[in-house]
């Protein structure tokens, strides 16, 4: 059974950075894209970034371009999203997500997943 763990969230203040990490087991990790959606008090959840199964691609959506970084540790079954420079829109609920793809394309969509963790916290105050 696939299990996915986020953690690292938490209150920051406006302009500054939180790395979260999400822990995986269950599954094959190396054969999957992995992805980081949010979602915020009354808006639907949204594509943050993916990166493919070796790392070798990455996307990120446009409000956070330049400001957020995906990455994974293949060895310790694990993506990372550091952020920086929050602004008061980031605060959201933070998901990562598991797609089966051997491909070096990493989905926005969020039909593709298959595995989803519980999430994470993120508050930004001013």
């Known amino acids: 059974q696939a299990h996915l763990v986020e953690s690292g969230g938490g209150s920051v203040q406006l302009g500054g950075s939180l790395k979260l990490s999400c822990a995986t087991s269950g599954f094959n990790f190396r054969s999957y894209a992995m992805a980081w959606f949010r979602q915020a008090p009354g808006k639907e959840r949204e594509f943050v970034a993916a990166?493919?199964?070796?790392?070798?691609?990455?996307r990120y959506a446009d409000p956070v371009k330049g400001r957020f970084s995906i990455s994974r540790d293949n060895a310790k079954n694990t993506v990372f999203l550091q952020m920086n420079s929050l602004k008061l829109e980031d605060a959201a609920i933070y998901y990562c997500a598991a797609d089966y793809r051997l491909n070096q394309i990493s989905s926005a969509y969020q039909g593709d997943y298959d595995y989803w963790g519980q999430g994470t916290q993120v508050t930004v105050s001013p």
């Open positions: 990166i493919s199964w070796s790392g070798g691609g990455s």
